[in-house]
């Protein structure tokens, strides 16, 4: 892939720039020409697991550039997916909506999730979670989606789910460092009436109660300054049709793959 401008590497002791772009290596190192520093980034971007593609769009979705994993996961030659908009990949109309939904917020977040389903050249359904980012170069506007394959081992999920339905009123989110959801699993429809693409970029504080907004708001915002883990014992939240919902929850502290603290991942569960 050319070096799209997506991130700035900057040596960790005196600030200076390494490198800009895209890293698809598991981590490489470099000696800052600085300060002498011996710096190592780990890939944002990085195609070392099989189970990854990632594909750059133009912010209308035409496909620029493809790593080469994509031939392995969807069975396209590079040269035969570039030049397609991202919407062929997905196997309905719902799906494609959503993708130019998350496309079009995207520029506003450090990321945004989504569990969906991609379509392989051979009109195979394979599950995938795809996180988006947005990047400007040259006043161009792009967007690199990472493509990661969901493997669940001999449909032990779905057979969970047929035996015990209960098992499934727990569900997770992604947040940054603002409260806005950058990922939410696709368990919400189910508990809460709302689709992912409706919450996702949206602030966590809408969907509390009235009353408990404001200092939940606070609370959090001192919690996130400790980069601590941290339980919620008690959380009302709201359901599509404006009734509430009592959960609990417990979060942790979410990196990046270059190890910047960049919000936090909350699992919660629906108490009965
Ligand atoms: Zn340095």
């Not at 050249?121 to 979670?129: E, P, Q, S």
């Not at 057979?159 to 947040?175: A, C, I, K, L, V």
Request: glycine share 4%.
């Amino acid at each position: 892939m050319e070096s799209y401008l997506l991130h700035e590497y900057r040596c960790d002791h005196c600030g200076k720039l390494i490198i800009k772009g895209i890293l698809f290596k598991s981590y490489e190192e470099y000696k800052c020409n600085r300060c002498n520093k011996i710096v190592r980034f780990q890939g944002i971007a990085n195609e070392d697991n099989p189970d990854r593609y990632l594909l750059l769009t133009d912010k209308n979705g035409i496909i620029v550039n493809a790593s080469l994993s994509i031939y392995k996961n969807l069975g396209f030659e590079l040269d035969e997916i570039t030049g397609k908009n991202v919407e062929e990949l997905y196997l309905n109309n719902e799906d494609k909506n959503v993708d130019k939904i998350i496309s079009s917020k995207i520029s506003n977040f450090k990321y945004l999730r989504l569990d969906t389903a991609h379509k392989t050249k051979t009109n195979d359904k394979i599950h995938v979670t795809i996180s988006f980012k947005f990047f400007q170069q040259d006043s161009r506007e792009y967007i690199l989606r990472l493509v990661d394959k969901i493997i669940s081992p001999d449909g032990f999920l779905e057979s969970q789910s047929r035996f015990n339905p209960n098992n499934h009123s727990d569900f997770t989110t992604e947040t940054d460092l603002n409260g806005n959801l950058l990922y939410i699993s696709e368990q919400v429809e189910k508990l809460y009436g709302y689709k992912p693409e409706e919450v996702l970029g949206r602030n966590a504080s809408e969907f509390y109660a009235p009353e408990e907004a404001e200092w939940r708001k606070n609370n959090m915002k001192a919690l996130y300054h400790k980069k601590q883990s941290y339980k919620i014992p008690y959380l009302r939240t709201m359901h599509k049709d404006g009734h509430f919902i009592d959960c609990e929850s417990i979060a942790m502290p979410l990196y990046d793959d270059l190890g910047n603290f960049v919000g936090y991942k909350h699992i919660h569960w629906i108490k009965k």
